[in-house]
Nanobody, 124 residues
Framework: QGQLVESGGGLVQAGASLRLSCAASGRSFSRDDMGWFRQAPGKEREFVAAITWSSSTTIYGDPVKGRFTISRDNAKNTMYLQMNSLKPEDTAVYYC?????????????????WGQGTQVTVSS
C-alpha cells in the first residue's frame, strides 16, 4: 500500500521561496501522474500543479503560473514543488497526490494516494 509524506512547509515572508517535497513509499510511483493541491482556511481544496509520470508534461493552476515549478525524481520516489515569490494568498495546507490512471489532472477524484499535508504560511 502506498504512502505519501509531504515536507518543507513553514512560515515565510511575502516574496520568499520554499521548496516542498513529497516522498513516496510502499509501492512504485514511477508510473503515476502526480500533483499538488492546497486548501486555505475556509476554502475548498484547489489544484496547484501536476506532472506526468515521465515529467514530459507539467500543468499549473492560474494562481501559481510563473511562480511555482513542479518536478519529480523517480529514482528517489520524490516529487517537488518550488515556490517562488510567495504571496499571503498562498497560505494553505499543501497536499501531494498520485494516481496510476489520472485523466483530468485538476480532478481530485482521479488521484488514489494522498499525503497528510504540510502547512505553508506567508506573512505580509
Amino acid at each position: 500500500q502506498g504512502q505519501l509524506v509531504e515536507s518543507g512547509g513553514g512560515l515565510v515572508q511575502a516574496g520568499a521561496s520554499l521548496r516542498l517535497s513529497c516522498a513516496a513509499s510502499g509501492r512504485s510511483f514511477s508510473r503515476d501522474d502526480m500533483g499538488w493541491f492546497r486548501q486555505a482556511p475556509g476554502k475548498e481544496r484547489e489544484f496547484v500543479a501536476a506532472i506526468t509520470w515521465s515529467s514530459s508534461t507539467t500543468i499549473y493552476g492560474d494562481p501559481v503560473k510563473g511562480r511555482f515549478t513542479i518536478s519529480r525524481d523517480n529514482a528517489k520516489n520524490t516529487m517537488y514543488l518550488q515556490m517562488n515569490s510567495l504571496k499571503p494568498e498562498d497560505t494553505a495546507v499543501y497536499y501531494c497526490a498520485s494516481g496510476p490512471a489520472v485523466v483530468a489532472v485538476a480532478r481530485q477524484s482521479d488521484y488514489v494516494y494522498w499525503g497528510q499535508g504540510t502547512q505553508v504560511t506567508v506573512s505580509s
